[in-house]
């Protein structure tokens, strides 16, 4: 279970890792990667391959359902955040 808190209050707690404002992002040429190694190895490529070298690149995103703000992991596993406020 992990918990971040938002700039404007609202606490999103994570339980299932399915929550709504969970995603995360990767770099683009880390999917290119691991589609050209899926089409290469076909089926020698498994589901461990795929996250073995996706988790080393993705970082946590949070998107706050009070407020719409956006909040960023600095870098994979940092665990530290930075928040992205929509501009009007
Ligand atoms: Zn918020």
């Known amino acids: 279970m992990s918990k971040l808190a938002c700039k404007c209050g609202h606490v999103m707690v994570a339980r299932t ?12 040429k880390v999917i290119i990667q691991l589609l050209n190694e899926w089409d290469e190895k076909d089926t020698a490529f498994t589901s461990d391959d795929f996250f073995d070298y996706y988790n080393q690149f993705r970082q946590d995103v949070y998107k706050c359902p009070s407020c719409g ?20």
């Open 69 to 88: 703000r956006v909040i960023i992991e600095n870098e994979p596993r940092a665990n530290k955040f930075s928040f992205y406020a929509k501009e009007l």
């Open 17 to 28: 890792m399915e929550e709504d404002f969970l995603y995360e992002i990767i770099p683009q």
